[in-house]
């Protein structure tokens, strides 16, 4: 049985992202897999990093049982929309808070390489957008969703298996909003 962990990362309750969640996970039925969620918007955490990685920051009881989830699953899924080119400030905080070193990442010793020790895990991002998908991807070169790939989940070991972009949200019409949603369940059916 597979292991999939939805997480979401818009902060606010309600929004089409949470529309689009529910879409994937019926998209699972009829498959073997365990599925688990995590939704930002309902987590109490400070999303400051205050110290960085000077010091250690104790953990929230929420962050705790993120990490647990993040460990137990086989797949992660991560939907959020995209905010000035990047993720909302509430899924940063989450990462900055949950991947830290000796959990996600460990440095060697005097070098600049790192151990991956979240790998043997895969992983996908379902993004909303406001622009022309084909504009964001060829003018504006994919910026936050490159640096959520290459940056945050690649450096700690997940290989990323498919991004789907829904969008432009903004000006489109509730049939367009339906299909958008009937696409996540097949792109969840047809598999990880």
């Known amino acids: ?5 939805v997480i979401n ?3 606010r309750a309600g929004s089409y992202n949470y529309a689009v969640q529910d879409a994937y996970i019926r998209g699972l039925a009829g498959r073997d897999v365990e599925v688990r969620e995590i939704r930002l ?3 109490q955490f400070d999303l400051n990093l ?3 990685y000077t010091s250690s920051q104790a953990l ?3 962050l705790v049982d993120a990490q647990a989830r993040i460990l137990w699953a086989d797949h992660v899924v991560w939907i959020f929309p995209l905010w000035w080119g990047t993720m909302p400030a509430v899924l940063k905080g989450f990462l900055d808070r949950v991947l830290l070193p000796g959990y996600a990442f460990r440095y060697r010793p005097k070098t600049s390489l790192w151990d991956k020790l979240l790998k043997g895990r895969t992983s996908e991002i379902i993004c909303t957008i406001d622009y022309p998908i084909w504009y964001f991807r060829l003018f504006l070169g994919g910026g936050g969703i ?3 790939r290459k940056m945050v989940l690649e450096f700690c070991g997940f290989k990323v298996t498919r991004t789907t972009y829904l969008g432009p949200v903004r000006p489109s019409t509730l049939a367009q909003r339906e299909e958008w949603l009937r ?3 097949r792109v969840a059916a ?3």
Do not use: F, Y
């Open 190 to 192: 047809a598999g990880v």
């Open 60 to 62: 929230e009881p929420d």
């Open 1 to 5: 049985m597979k292991k999939i962990l």
């Open 41 to 43: 918007s309902e987590l």
């Open 146 to 148: 490159r640096v959520m």
């Open 50 to 52: 205050s110290e960085g």
């Open 9 to 11: 990362g818009h902060p």
């Open 183 to 185: 696409k996540v369940e």
